[in-house]
């Protein structure tokens, strides 16, 4: 779960209000085009790392990404709308087809109450004085609070056979048609791969 600290944009934005109100959804979209994806990982992204850990905010990622607002249908009105109603919802399917993209962020990560917002305005202010000498000047930073999930299992079992009465607790635990694997460092959790052989010529069927 993802929650807002502290944002730097120029566009306005508040939160939802209302009996009925609700949060946009947006997509986390990948950045290629913008000027800073031919420095960031060149040096620049380092230098923004200097300046949160100049700040001591205890920062978990740094990326560099954009918003896309997920379009909600709506649910189908029960009597037919007025011709002028008609209208007004052709304008805005015409408008919906252009992407609402916001402009490009700084989106750092960092942990649960482990950040003021002043640090983090200070930090931001910092970052924008750095991006200037690259001659960067449309860039949001937003600070997001999260937790991350260790997604690696433990170790898995040996396949069963089909009537083995355990075998819906089983299954899902194996590696089925895989191997089991896991590094020198942590042999207690493994994960899997597996080999698959292809037809070959122009057939897809492995």
Not at 30 to 50: P, Q, R, S, Y
């Amino acid at each position: 779960m993802l929650s807002l600290m502290w944002r730097l944009g120029k566009e306005k934005w508040s939160l939802p209000r209302g009996p009925e109100a609700q949060c946009c959804l947006k997509e986390l979209c990948e950045v290629f085009t913008h000027l800073i994806t031919k420095v960031w990982n060149h040096d620049l992204a380092w230098k923004v790392v200097d300046i949160m850990d100049a700040h001591t905010i205890c920062f978990m990622m740094i990326d560099v990404v954009c918003f896309k607002k997920v379009r909600v249908d709506k649910a189908p009105k029960d009597e037919e709308g007025t011709k002028g109603e008609e209208e007004d919802e052709d304008k805005e399917m015409v408008k919906a087809k252009k992407p609402d993209v916001s402009p490009v962020t700084i989106w750092i990560g960092v942990f649960p109450d482990s950040t003021t917002t002043t640090a983090a305005h200070n930090a931001a202010q910092d970052v924008l004085a750095l991006l200037r000498d690259y001659q960067i000047t449309d860039i949001n930073i937003n600070y997001h609070q999260s937790l991350y999930t260790h997604k690696a299992s433990g170790q898995l079992l040996q396949p069963v056979h089909d009537l083995n009465p355990l075998i819906s607790i089983v299954r899902p635990l194996t590696p089925t048609l895989g191997l089991h694997i896991s590094t020198k460092a942590s042999p207690n959790t493994q994960g899997m791969m597996a080999l698959y052989l292809a037809e070959g010529g122009d057939s897809n069927n492995l």
